[in-house]
């Protein structure tokens, strides 16, 4: 490796820059666009971790290939010096550059600090220390989604934190639920009403209560006497007062409503149910503890769709797991028998579905030849397009918010997107609940007309499921 010339930031008093980990690059490809007029530098250790990654067919390849081309595109044509004093970044056409990017060349001299350099955390580590002692007017902030390097970094005198660009929450007992349940009755909280018919539907107009927050389309209000109400339009009246209109559901028809013989155990699981089976709504995102019943809703409403209603061609299932990319390549078999062993909660399912015929195992083998349902692996999904598809994706707890958009992206027409998950169970060592795809998802569609969201309550897989997440 040459020598290069030491970073000589721009001289401006108590500057921020911030020093990217590959992992923050992985997570957000476009992170470097984040970080508004501060100066970012990519340590060359970086650079060699991505490109490792770079190649092969897993999604943590393409994810390191976009953010090495959007590096590539920022720095140009620019000469050595310039890279090293920091490119400007341009975020468009129109937009002025703000901020700039360096990529640092220059390693740490022996005994910067007392972390060995066998490993490549520890090498950023020292870079930085090193960088901080050569300029001790800036500030150095070391960005990383490793909360054990944070914690390295800290120890040496520096300043860590996660990468919280795409974080929409940082309470994630705030994320909406899909539904409002009132104490008491609805109407005894209302002065005014307004109804009407419309297309064989009841439509109440009523003034936005602020115990109703700030409901999205296609959330729902429930109160303690069987009220059920749906929000179907939000408006602000000639007084400038908020009012929502709300669909009266029938809590009864609800509940006895069946998909596949499944029928729903209570209120939530309901809702959950009328979502799915809404050929108007594009998007549903189940969240909830372990035997909340999300697969088996997903399932049962799937093979509904597209074998008795025909809604759909096929239903195409998918997961992410820790370790998927990885290890699918190193399973015999074609792609859809390599991902069997992990999607084992859909035929788990399926069984559960037919647990009362006289044989089971002969029902579920009729339906995964009967019914159109693949097995995909998330390494490719990428680049597809999906026409009139009902999508299934489980696990959408362990994935980022670049990955969910990358795979909801995939829906074309006709198709359907229902995504599984639960906060409680992430599995991936950069992801926590604010950071996570699925929150990112929650908060993001609340504005969307033709989709809908449920947080299913409770946990009827069995009493002993029930104890357990309680007190385990």
Known sequence: MHDAVTLEPTKSPHRTTYVLDSNVLIHDPNSLLNFEEHQVIIPITVLEELDKLKNGKQTIAADCRQAIRLIDSIVGSATPEEIEKGVPITRGEKSPPSGALSIQMNSAPPNVTMLPTDLNDNRIINDICHLQRQHPEDEFVLVTKDIN??????????????????????????????????????????????????????????????????????????DKQDFVGRVVSTFVDDKGDGQLVLEHMDREKLLHRKAWGLQPLDIHQALALHLLLDPDIQLVNLNGPAGSGKTILALAAAIEMTVADQQYRRIIATRSTKGLDEDIGYLPGTEAEKMEPWLGAITDNLEALHND?????????????RVPIQFKSLNYIRGR????????????QNLTPHQMKTIITRAGYGSKVICL??????DTPYLNPSSSGLTYLTQRFRSFDHGGMIQLEGVPRSALAAFAEANL
Request: glycine share 8%.
């Open 149 to 222: 390097m944070r914690l390295k970094a800290r120890g040496c005198g520096l300043m860590a934190e996660d990468y919280h660009s795409d974080q929409q929450i940082s309470d994630v007992s705030l994320l909406p639920r899909g539904f409002l349940e009132l104490d008491g009755s609805l109407w005894d909280r209302l002065n005014k009403v307004e109804t009407e018919q419309h297309k064989g539907r009841t439509l109440h107009t009523i003034p936005k209560l602020e115990v109703f927050g700030n409901p999205g389309i296609n959330e729902f209000i429930l």
């Open 385 to 396: 397009s999906f026409q009139h598809s009902l999508i299934i994706i489980d696990e959408c």
């Open 421 to 426: 998950g639960n906060l409680a169970q992430i």
């Open 357 to 369: 015929d006289e044989s089971t195992r002969s029902s579920v083998d009729y339906i995964l030849d």
